[in-house]
Each structure stands twice: as C-alpha cells, then as structure tokens.
C-alpha cells in the first residue's frame, strides 16, 4: 500500500518530467545579431572585400604617351621610331628616364609631341622664320643627339617649374614676357627653350626679345644691342646643356695668318668629332653645327647641319671655312693653337642669317 506521502511525491516526480519533455519539443530562439561596428578611426586598415579591391587600368608608360598624342600622328609616328631603336626600352629595374620626362609632359599635349619629335629628328629641328635663335637651335639639336632624358627634362622643367638646372650649377630661366604673336613660326620647343638658352648666353644686363635680339638692361650698355648670339655664348651654352670645357678658336681674316687659321680649324673639327663631339662654325652672322668630317687633298668634306632649314648638307671644309668667323669645340681632349683663341675685336654675332646666306655659294656645295 502506497501512503499519501509518497504518492504526492511520484505525481511531483511526473509532473516535473512531463514540464521537461515541453521545454525540449520548443524551437530554439534564433541568435541575436551583433550591434554595429563604429567606424575606424586609426590604426591598421580595415581589411577591404575582394570585389572592392582596385583593378589597375594595365596601360603602362609608353601607353600613356601615345594616349596623349592621340591627335598627333607625326608625334606618334616619332614616339615609335624612339621605341624601335631602344630609347624607351626600360632598366632592369623597370624603369626608363626619357619616358619618366616626357611622361611630365603629358598635360601639354602640344609640346610633349614637339619634344618627341626632336629628340626622334634632332638634326631637322628648325629655328623659324624671322628671328635670331640659330645658335641655341643649333644648341638644343645637339642636346637633342646626344642626351634625349636631359632635353626633356630641361623642356619640362621650363614648362612647369619655370626653369632647369643644367650643369655647372647653371639655371635656365623660362621667358614668359615675350610677344609670343612674334614668335608665331618657331616650335613649341623653340618658343620655351630658345628664349631661355639666349638670355642665358648673353648673360646679366641682357634681355632677350621675341625675335632673338637682346637688349641692354644695364646702364653701362645704353642702346647696346646683340642680334644673336657671339662665340662666347655658344661656348656658354654648350658647357651648360652637354658639359665639358668649351672654347673658340677664330679664322684669321689677314693674308699672312688666313691660310693657317683654315687648317688648323679643319683639324680642329676632324679631331672632335673623332672625339663624339659637335662643333658649331659661325659664317656669314650664322651659326651652323658640323656633324661630319672627311679628308680628302683639297681640304676635306664637311657634313653641315642649318638650323634655318633644318637640312643637312655636304660641303667643301676649306671653301666654307674660307668665309667662316669662328669654331666653337670642345677642348676638354685637344690642345688649341693659342694664337688663333684671342677673341677679335668685330665679331658679327652669329643670328640667323638667310636662306642665301646661310646656304653659300654654289663652290661650297658638293
């Protein structure tokens, strides 16, 4: 027999077990969400999903450039003759200085294609009409030749900072006063670059006009002007744009010293360019850039580069040094004639000349 007792705890003991069995048969609460994150302040980055990750565009430099040159087919087709003889061609390190420069230049579509141009054809570079920039031309195309990263530096330099630093401890200043409607047939290059090389040349108390010709500043000089460039400012030029130890040497105009000065020049050119370098000769008040030398027994041919037309010509050396002023060289590997570098008293600037001029006789063709 059960007492009362214990059968009040067996109906608490079922009662208990069945309050169990309902509890299990519930579904279970769903999780509650975690509260926001704030926003991150500091700190490392907060890692980014992959499909917000940045998808670089694939183009690389040298298709920049031809982008910005779009509307410029002769800059194109310069830009591909650059790359075909390896100028663009990067380091090992994936990099190229020439394409670092221009890449400057790619919001000035205008002068990055003017700049290409030169440096693909650097003897056809032209100084326009009318003015007095042979020598710096002549100046710019052997920069052109000979070290294409410097010029397109010394271009974008000018275009955005407003002058270069070029050797020496030299500094070119951009011109941006000038009347450019007087400046209308130069280049861009020309327009940026001339200016600046001949207010360089003709030094403190000069100041260049659109045309090339400087003026007195100072004082001292009152009414003085120079309608082109002297031998003094070509030596000037070349040592701050190429470097080494520039110089002149004169052609005597006496009977007794003529013959001597010729020759002498005529091996002072043939030695510099055996040497890598260009020497510019300045007949007729213009400057002319010699490219090529080869003897021969009336006084050897001379490969000349006009900055008044942009062509190259071979010449008789001696008849065209006949009527030549000076020789500007590089002395740095050559010992000159002493008595032919005492600068003369009538220098003619050398300035631009003419296409008469500037082109000579018929005796000095060849």
């Known amino acids: 027999m059960f007492s009362p007792v214990s059968q009040l705890q067996n109906l608490w003991q079922l009662a208990h077990m069945l309050s169990r069995v309902g509890a299990a048969a519930q579904p279970a ?3 509650q969400p975690l509260p926001p994150q704030p926003p991150q302040t500091g700190g490392a980055p907060a890692p980014v999903q992959p499909g917000d990750t940045f998808q670089p565009s694939g ?7 031809n982008d910005a040159l779009a509307s410029n087919p002769a800059a194109q087709a310069a830009l591909q003759s650059l790359e075909n003889r390896g100028k663009l061609k990067p380091n090992e390190q994936g990099k190229n200085a020439l ?3 221009l890449s400057r230049l790619s919001g000035q579509p205008e002068l990055l294609g003017q700049v290409v141009q030169d440096l693909a054809h650097p003897g056809k570079m032209k100084q326009g009409k009318d003015n007095k920039f042979c020598a710096q031309t002549a100046t710019l195309s052997d920069l052109a030749r000979e070290s294409p ?9 000018l275009a955005l900072n407003g002058s270069s630093k070029v050797l020496g401890g030299a500094t070119l200043t951009a011109q941006k006063d000038l009347d450019q409607s007087k400046m209308g047939s130069m280049s861009a290059t020309q327009k940026l670059m001339a200016p600046a090389l001949a207010e360089y040349a003709n030094g403190a108390g000069m100041e260049v006009d659109a045309k090339g010709v400087s003026h007195a500043t100072d004082a001292r000089k009152t009414n003085r002007t120079v309608a082109g460039t002297f031998s003094t400012g070509m030596e000037k030029m070349q040592q701050a744009v190429l470097g080494h130890d520039w110089d002149s040497q004169y052609i005597d105009d006496s009977k007794k010293g ?8 005529e091996r002072t050119i043939h030695s510099n360019l055996k040497d890598g370098e260009t020497p510019q000769v300045s007949r007729n008040g213009h400057w002319f850039n010699v490219t090529g030398f080869r003897a021969t027994p009336d006084g050897g041919r001379m490969t000349i580069q006009d900055p008044l037309t942009g062509d190259s010509r071979t010449v008789n050396a001696r008849h065209f040094l006949n009527n030549a002023e000076a020789v500007t060289f590089d002395k740095t590997e050559r010992k000159p004639d002493q008595e032919l570098m ?3 008293k009538k220098e003619k ?3 631009g000349g003419n296409a008469a001029g500037s082109g000579g006789s018929v005796e000095d063709r060849c």
């Open 258 to 265: 003529h013959k001597h000065s010729v020759d002498s020049a």
């Open 149 to 157: 990263a410097r010029y397109a530096r010394v271009a974008a330099d």
């Open 59 to 65: 183009k690389d430099s040298r298709t920049r450039l």
């Open 99 to 101: 394409v670092d420069q």
């Open 29 to 31: 609460q769903p999780a």
């Open 349 to 351: 600037p050398g300035g």
């Open 342 to 344: 005492a600068k003369p």
